[in-house]
């Protein structure tokens, strides 16, 4: 068997929309809270990290609760539709609000109204993907998500929105909310989630059998995992924690080292970055389809710390050419990472609780990014500067690594080939 491009690309539409409003959240939020209510920097971090913090508590119970809902739309699909309108309405109501404390509850409306549908959308993968796949269904759910980020990337290019052109706010967030929207009617008129998930079922039973539960085991499906899964678990999770540690903490503050360390804009680097990763999605996934999920992961990771150790050396007088190197390779380890954790996670899920499973994951890594700005920061205030970024940055990279050696479940079977054709991922 082979995985359905069509049906994961449009099952990946709710990720879209994930990424569509996160890119116009990032990009605009920051510039209200300055420009227009006059908050100091302090104050605004506080406020943009309440999607974090929000995120740690909200994504696991609406997973949880993802599983347990029965509805004509499915599990995950009644609340994507339900939390993308809400999220949209409040959304697009922060522009026209003059008020700071008005402009803080409706933000944390709208924050809240995107943690309803963030863990049951990315669930929805799974759900309808057989276990052996889901590498590959993860790179195409993220490099959908990719476009939803570039189309509102094309539209700051179009409608600037900035200091001086804060009038433009109102049509910039319209045609956001309109992409939003748009997303959502595709995702709702093509994607059948009931019929779907029966169908992965059926192809477990036939592709996998040893995954599938006996009676027994059906009604004991909730069951604690065993100590051994239980341990890979935690030491997965703790993975997912470290390597975002290291990461974002090079997202959140690489202009300000560049500026202040190197003496010269590297604009370009984190968009190199992010185009090698965006290369990289759907390679990598094929590759741990072959060779296994946690084997690509250290592969990943060891990509990640070798680029933020020999990053440590550059200084302002090296060539661009030489970051640019170094930021492409973690761009292609971070893909590498990330395509791979999230379905080594719920491989460990029960038949029914992917979406708790999938909230644990986001526990893991928002607990990180509220962590990170918050410890680099201080490391670099005792040092007085900002040269132990990357030394920071390589130490939770290579930790992640050793707790990622120690895991010994979660990681995928590769698929028996049924015929001559499907070692060439063709139809008969």
Same mark, same amino acid.
């Given at each position: 068997?082979?995985?359905?491009?069509?049906?994961?690309?449009?099952?990946?539409?709710?990720?879209?929309?994930?990424t569509?409003?996160?890119q116009?959240?990032?990009?605009?939020?920051?510039?209200?809270?300055?420009?227009?209510?006059? /908050?100091?920097?302090?104050?605004?971090?506080?406020? &943009?990290?309440?999607?974090?913090?929000?995120a740690?508590?909200?994504?696991?119970?609406?997973?949880?609760?993802?599983?347990k809902?029965?509805?004509?739309?499915?599990?995950?699909?009644?609340?994507?539709?339900?939390?993308?309108?809400?999220?949209?309405?409040?959304?697009?109501?922060?522009?026209?609000?003059?008020?700071v404390?008005?402009?803080?509850?409706?933000?944390?409306v709208?924050?809240?109204?995107?943690?309803?549908?963030?863990?049951?959308?990315?669930?929805l /993968?799974?759900?309808?993907?057989?276990?052996?796949?889901?590498?590959?269904?993860?790179?195409?759910?993220?490099?959908?998500?990719?476009?939803?980020?570039?189309?509102?990337?094309?539209?700051?290019?179009?409608?600037?929105?900035?200091?001086?052109?804060?009038?433009?706010? &109102?049509?910039?967030?319209i045609?956001?909310?309109?992409?939003?929207?748009?997303?959502?009617?595709?995702?709702?008129?093509?994607?059948?989630?009931?019929?779907?998930?029966?169908?992965?079922?059926?192809?477990t039973?036939?592709?996998?059998?040893?995954?599938?539960l006996?009676?027994?085991?059906?009604?004991?499906?909730?069951?604690?995992?065993?100590?051994?899964?239980?341990?890979?678990?935690?030491?997965?999770?703790?993975s997912?924690?470290?390597?975002?540690?290291?990461?974002?903490?090079?997202?959140?503050?690489?202009?300000?080292?560049?500026?202040?360390?190197?003496?010269?804009?590297?604009?370009?680097?984190?968009?190199?970055?992010?185009?090698?990763?965006i290369?990289?999605?759907?390679?990598v996934?094929?590759?741990a389809?072959?060779?296994?999920?946690?084997?690509?992961?250290?592969?990943?990771?060891?990509?990640?710390?070798?680029?933020?150790f020999?990053?440590?050396?550059?200084?302002?007088?090296?060539?661009?050419?030489?970051?640019?190197v170094?930021?492409?390779?973690?761009?292609?380890?971070?893909?590498?990472?990330?395509?791979?954790?999230?379905?080594?996670?719920v491989?460990?899920?029960?038949?029914?609780?992917?979406?708790?499973?999938?909230?644990?994951?986001?526990?893991?890594?928002?607990?990180?990014?509220?962590?990170?700005?918050?410890?680099?920061?201080?490391?670099m205030?005792?040092?007085?500067?900002?040269?132990?970024?990357?030394?920071?940055?390589?130490?939770?990279?290579?930790?992640?690594?050793?707790? /990622?050696f120690?895991?010994?479940?979660?990681?995928?079977?590769?698929?028996?080939?049924?015929?001559?054709?499907?070692?060439?991922?063709?139809d008969?």
């Amino acid at each position: 068997m082979k995985l359905n491009y069509k049906r994961v690309i449009l099952v990946g539409f709710a990720f879209f929309l994930i990424t569509a409003f996160w890119q116009a959240y990032d990009k605009t939020i920051p510039l209200i809270l300055t420009y227009k209510f006059n /908050m100091k920097q302090t104050l605004s971090g506080v406020v &943009m990290a309440f999607d974090n913090v929000l995120a740690v508590f909200l994504l696991p119970l609406f997973g949880a609760l993802s599983d347990k809902t029965n509805s004509r739309l499915g599990k995950r699909t009644v609340y994507i539709l339900f939390g993308t309108i809400l999220a949209t309405i409040s959304f697009i109501f922060l522009p026209l609000i003059g008020n700071v404390w008005m402009f803080v509850a409706v933000l944390l409306v709208t924050l809240i109204s995107m943690a309803t549908f963030r863990s049951p959308a990315v669930a929805l /993968m799974p759900d309808v993907t057989i276990k052996p796949l889901r590498s590959k269904g993860n790179a195409i759910i993220n490099l959908v998500g990719t476009v939803g980020g570039l189309l509102v990337l094309g539209v700051g290019l179009v409608v600037k929105v900035g200091e001086k052109t804060m009038h433009n706010l &109102m049509t910039y967030y319209i045609v956001v909310c309109g992409i939003i929207l748009l997303g959502l009617i595709i995702f709702l008129l093509t994607v059948k989630e009931n019929k779907w998930a029966q169908e992965m079922e059926d192809d477990t039973k036939k592709y996998c059998p040893e995954e599938v539960l006996d009676e027994k085991e059906q009604a004991e499906s909730n069951k604690k995992l065993s100590k051994g899964e239980l341990k890979s678990l935690l030491l997965i999770l703790s993975s997912v924690a470290l390597w975002y540690m290291g990461y974002n903490a090079i997202t959140s503050k690489y202009s300000l080292y560049a500026d202040n360390v190197l003496h010269q804009s590297y604009d370009m680097t984190l968009l190199i970055a992010q185009g090698a990763a965006i290369i990289a999605y759907l390679p990598v996934g094929m590759i741990a389809t072959k060779v296994g999920r946690k084997t690509t992961i250290l592969a990943g990771v060891v990509m990640l710390a070798l680029s933020f150790f020999f990053a440590i050396f550059i200084t302002a007088n090296s060539s661009p050419v030489l970051m640019y190197v170094l930021f492409a390779l973690a761009g292609i380890g971070w893909a590498t990472i990330n395509v791979n954790s999230f379905p080594m996670v719920v491989e460990l899920a029960r038949g029914g609780n992917v979406g708790k499973y999938t909230g644990w994951y986001y526990t893991a890594s928002m607990s990180a990014q509220v962590l990170t700005p918050i410890l680099s920061g201080a490391i670099m205030d005792i040092a007085g500067n900002m040269l132990p970024l990357f030394p920071y940055a390589c130490v939770c990279v290579a930790f992640a690594f050793l707790t /990622m050696f120690f895991v010994k479940h979660g990681d995928s079977k590769p698929l028996k080939k049924q015929s001559v054709l499907e070692n060439f991922d063709v139809d008969e």
